[in-house]
């Protein structure tokens, strides 16, 4: 068996691909190559089955009930618990938190990652060192991680408005302020998540093929161009990996929030109550109202979903785009 | 001791196409004559496991261990909860699926009302011979219309006035428990002048919160936002809005108050930097004031609160009937309650108790607290418990209606970013939100 | 993995060549960064670093000079061990509890692994009919709420008679939509078509393709993920608590009930971080090494 390949000639992406995958047509039985991908991926979805399915049909099922999370099911209502929610003024603040706080933590998090691995990336001394380093928050448990920054941020007896003191600065009002919650909730998440971002995107770098670079040295490309023509086309799938998961948990932000305070209901006016704490009051709250929960976590589910895709899309054309002119070169 | 039902295993045949387990656990589909079957009995040698599910401080792990060597057929499993708001997300967790619940299982005042209108969901507790073992106001709250006992009482939190006898002094008020009860005496605008006295003086604030302040204000009236028949009243009336209104002008115009969110981390510190000087006090508070005022001395505690008695949280022991062993887990719930036990467990964690008898026990009435410059803490809670006349009803909305009152009180004390009317403008808007008028 | 030498050897001939490509390289394109590069390495790690400092400063106090300090001073004081010993004996089952994490980071890494490979082997490299649409349902998969499903999936574990044990835990983390999303992901570009071609050739069927091709190919992906998932559910509190509760836990479970007394003493809460925090550094300095190099044998393809 050989693994002597030639680095891959730059493609044009999925179009030469096609007929490689047929191409598995060997001694081998039929069935194996047949069965065998669905076989691959049953784990997956036996397991989803029993527990993703059944909450998500049972979810879907309770959203067009009346019921009392106690209580039970009660009357079949339709799409009643959908416009209720829609409604309430409280779930347009939470939509606006929740957004508010994806933004500041997604954003800035998958740039500086991306910057932060590029600089990993180089040839530098005790590489272990720097990349274990980075990766470090990640092992804090988040409710650790609340802990810690709830001091941190305490209005205050807080060490960083008491270091802002030292300077003649603030103090920030991290509670009241709805914005400067925010920037303190997104500040939590960007401290575990960067470094795995970081290291995540590091590795798919790893794997650019050191050819390419060589070749792009050659003709003369500046390091800035090598990381726009070569590093991200070549980053794709993992861009999209990133920002798919990062919108999907940014979307879903509930830990952070709710541990930000004692009381974790998201502030006296709701300043930083996100969509995920507004159905979690909803359903375990004060009403119990587990079929507007449900309403709730299914507009959630969609919003996520289209969310998703635009940033899909956006990512794709970027990247690849980004692709396009490497190709030209 | 946990059986697997037939049901289970009915369901794991299918799931691995193995039907000859159908045949391996014999019994058929009796399920439910099953898990009747070795619950009613009660009696006799039979190893019983029970399981209590408590949380925060219940002071209940040496009695537990007393409790199994009094019964040797019984093994009892705790199982702790860090703190209420958990030990509330598991239980309603387990309600709604139906199972998994424990035998018993500890509940706060707090959200015992949401569960009354469920109470087919509890054992019917109510037996002769503990009648009239609770202060009566304690049985009420957790007794139906139709006289079903859903919880028996563990601990109350009738209210005293803790006080830094050293800003008092600094102040130029009394220090000595007896005369600051004396100094205090009276309804809660006698309170706030005194405060006023004492903020004229001192650089520290009078009380810590509106928020609290209200709480112990609206703790007094009957019915606050419910009628006694759950009828809604909501918070668009005089006595709501005199009280909502007399806070804030004590605590933002009078500046009495030092504007720290109760349970907060600023709170928590502003014990150390002595940033009040009263506060509220049920007897569990004590032990709250100990920790986050550790170091600090001049804490003391006085036999009086601002018009009149008041009570601050307690706890119930309920047997949900998922049970196994209802009549096992309810007669170690009476055990658990009784004077004796409540007395040991005020003793191991100074939870107040709420029943009758234990007010006289020699051994309530002699614990001193040495942080309080050793005050007689079990003599005046003990008073500060029969000084109790008001029961303010709370049925299942009480929660959500107070929210939007102390949320309202805390953007204007603590936040700041409303004042007293536009702040009680949202108070109206997220109360119509909840569309319960 | 090691009954098969064969492969052993091919993924370790690939690394040792991209690696000497890389040295090759490092002599001519890739110069050592100066000393601004380093300058922003520190920066980050010191924010890194720090919130952890500070739980371990907490740690090693007492709660009297922590309530006095709002800001804590820049060295230990001596009681982290003092403080640790009062976690491990007080009555919160803090060996249990240990032991209960241990088996279930290490049993879902595991299958993690394996499946998510297996599922991302198959998206990435094979075709198959539904192939495309089946992938965005697993995507779409991780956007359901989780909050949601607590009650539906407590409702699962009751009726198969698990609550309460490890089983719950572990079960609905077996194989993850992360998982086989990311190993998809990765597949697809570090995992060349020629050489499971070669592979075929050689009369491979498709499991021994996977073990011998696709799986060396995963490693470092795999290594990561490994880590990821182990790190994930190490601290993972909502569900365990949920389903298990204080009865069976695991470690955040069990530590959460120092905060069970009247008033948070950070040097006894901040003392259960750093003890649950070390096995995970531990692990992270062992795995550490073996992780990046991992990461460079990345381009095995060349």
Same mark, same amino acid.
């Given at each position: 068996m050989s693994v002597i390949s030639p680095p891959k000639p730059r493609r044009a992406p999925e179009v030469p691909r096609e007929p490689r995958r047929i191409a598995f047509r060997q001694r081998a039985g039929r069935w194996d190559v047949k069965l065998s991908p669905y076989l691959y991926i049953s784990p997956f979805f036996l397991l989803f089955a029993v527990t993703g399915l059944f909450p998500l049909a049972y979810t879907a099922y309770v959203s067009v009930h009346d019921w009392h999370l106690i209580g039970g099911q009660g009357a079949f209502v339709g799409m009643q618990n959908f416009v209720d929610v829609v409604q309430q003024p409280r779930f347009l603040t939470a939509l606006r938190n929740t957004f508010s706080i994806f933004l500041l933590s997604s954003v800035p998090q998958v740039l500086a990652a991306i910057g932060i691995a590029a600089v990993l990336d180089a040839n530098l001394r005790a590489r272990t060192f720097w990349r274990m380093g980075v990766l470090l928050p990640y092992v804090v448990a988040p409710v650790a991680v609340s802990l810690i920054f709830s001091k941190l941020f305490a209005d205050q007896s807080g060490l960083i408005n008491a270091v802002l003191a030292t300077v003649d600065l603030g103090p920030i009002r991290w509670h009241a302020d709805p914005l400067s919650s925010h920037v303190a909730i997104a500040s939590m998440v960007n401290f575990r998540w960067t470094g795995y971002n970081t290291l995540i995107f590091l590795a798919a770098m790893q794997a650019v093929p050191r050819d390419l670079y060589e070749a792009a040295v050659i003709d003369g490309a500046s390091r800035l161009r090598q990381f726009f023509s070569i590093t991200v086309p070549m980053l794709r799938p993992t861009i999209i990996f990133i920002v798919i998961t990062a919108t999907i948990g940014g979307l879903q932000i509930f830990d952070e929030p709710r541990m930000f305070d004692q009381l974790g209901q998201g502030g006296s006016d709701r300043q930083w109550m996100t969509v995920t704490m507004y159905l979690y009051e909803l359903g375990w709250g004060a009403q119990k109202s587990f079929g507007r929960a449900a309403a709730v976590a299914w507009i959630l589910f969609l919003i996520i979903v289209v969310i998703g895709l635009i940033n899909f899309a956006i990512t794709r054309r970027i990247s690849s785009s980004g692709s396009t002119r490497g190709g030209k070169r | 001791m946990r059986k697997t039902t037939s049901k289970t295993w009915a369901l794991m045949a299918g799931a691995t196409g193995i039907a000859l387990l159908a045949t391996a656990c014999g019994g058929g589909d009796t399920e439910a004559d099953a898990g009747e079957g070795s619950s009613t009995g009660g009696s006799g040698d039979e190893q019983i496991t029970l399981t209590v599910a408590t949380f925060n401080e219940f002071g209940y792990e040496e009695l537990l261990d007393e409790y199994e060597e009094l019964n040797p057929n019984i093994t009892v499993e705790h199982k702790k909860a860090a703190t209420s708001d958990e030990a509330r997300d598991n239980l309603n967790t387990r309600l709604a699926a139906g199972s998994g619940l424990s035998d018993i299982e500890a509940v706060e005042v707090d959200w015992l009302s949401e569960l009354m209108q469920y109470s087919d969901m509890f054992v019917d507790l109510s037996d002769p011979e503990v009648e009239d073992r609770w202060l009566e106001w304690k049985t009420a709250a957790a007794t139906t219309e139709d006289g079903t006992l859903i919880g028996y009482g563990t601990d109350i939190g009738p209210e005293a006035v803790c006080y830094r006898s050293d800003l008092f002094a600094a102040a @130029?008020? =009394? +220090?000595d428990r007896e005369e600051v009860a004396a100094l205090l005496e009276g309804d809660w605008d006698h309170y706030f002048e005194v405060g006023k006295q004492f903020v004229a003086n001192s650089d520290a604030a009078w009380f810590d919160s509106a928020g609290a302040t209200y709480q112990g204000m609206i703790n %007094?009236?009957?019915?606050a936002y419910e009628e006694d028949d759950g009828t809604v009243i909501g918070i668009d009336h005089d006595t709501v809005k005199d009280i909502y209104g007399d806070v804030l002008t004590a605590s933002v115009d009078d500046e009495l108050s030092a504007h720290l969110l109760q349970w907060s981390d600023d709170w928590a510190a502003g014990f150390q930097s002595g940033a009040f000087a009263t506060q509220l006090c049920p007897g569990w508070m004590l032990g709250v004031i100990e920790g986050n005022a550790a170091g600090v001395t001049g804490w003391d505690v006085a036999d009086v609160f601002p018009g009149g008695g008041g009570n601050w949280g307690g706890s119930y022991l309920t047997v949900p009937? %998922? #049970?196994?062993h209802p009549e096992e887990a309810k007669a170690l719930a009476a055990w658990l309650t009784a004077p004796e036990q409540q007395v040991k467990a005020f003793q191991s964690k @100074?939870?107040? =108790? #709420?029943q009758v008898e234990a007010l006289d026990s020699p051994e309530l009435l002699g614990t001193t607290e040495e942080f309080f410059n050793n005050a007689p803490t079990g003599e005046i809670l003990a008073k500060r418990a029969e000084a109790i006349t008001a029961t303010p009803f709370k049925g299942p909305n009480y929660f959500p209606i107070h929210t939007t009152v102390s949320d309202a009180l805390t953007r204007v004390d603590? &936040? %700041? +970013? &409303? &004042?007293a009317a536009s702040s009680w403008e949202k108070a109206l808007d997220a109360y119509e939100s909840l569309g319960l008028s | 993995m090691t009954s098969i030498p064969m492969i052993q050897q091919t993924a370790g001939a690939g690394a040792a060549r991209s690696a000497a490509r890389r040295r090759g390289l490092a002599r001519g394109a890739n110069r050592r960064p100066g000393w601004v590069t380093y300058a922003v390495l520190g920066a980050v790690l010191l924010i890194s670093a720090y919130p952890l400092y500070y739980a371990v400063l907490l740690a090693s106090s007492d709660a009297i000079t922590i309530a006095q300090n709002p800001i804590p001073s820049l060295l230990p004081e001596g009681n982290l061990f003092t403080n640790i010993g009062r976690v491990i004996a007080s009555d919160i089952q803090f060996w249990p509890a240990m032991w209960n994490s241990i088996v279930v980071a290490t049993v879902t890494a595991f299958s993690v692994v394996v499946f998510s490979t297996l599922a991302g082997f198959s998206f990435s490299k094979l075709r198959f009919r539904g192939r495309g649409p089946l992938l965005v349902f697993v995507i779409a998969t991780m956007a359901v709420p989780t909050q949601l499903g607590i009650v539906p999936l407590f409702i699962v574990m009751a009726e198969l008679d698990l609550t309460g044990k490890l089983a719950a835990v572990i079960i609905p983390g077996m194989v993850t939509a992360f998982g086989v999303f990311w190993m998809t992901q990765y597949l697809e570009e570090a995992l060349p078509y020629e050489l499971i071609e070669a592979a075929r050739v050689d009369g491979c069927s498709m499991i021994r393709t996977f073990w011998h091709v696709a799986m060396p190919a995963a490693r470092p992906a795999a290594a990561m993920l490994a880590l990821f998932t182990f790190v994930g559910s190490w601290t993972n509190f909502f569900w365990p608590f949920i389903v298990l509760g204080a009865g069976n836990p695991t470690l955040p479970v069990a530590l959460q009930l120092l905060q069970a007394s009247y008033f948070k003493d950070y040097s006894l809460i901040m003392a259960g971080v750093v003890a649950s925090t070390i096995p995970l550094v531990l692990v992270f300095i062992v795995a550490g090494r073996q992780l990046v190099t991992g990461i460079m044998q990345g381009a095995v393809k060349g």
């Open positions: - | @130029g008020l =009394p +220090t %007094q009236v009957e019915n009937a %998922q #049970s196994e @100074g939870t107040f =108790p #709420s603590v &936040d %700041q +970013t &409303d &004042d | -």
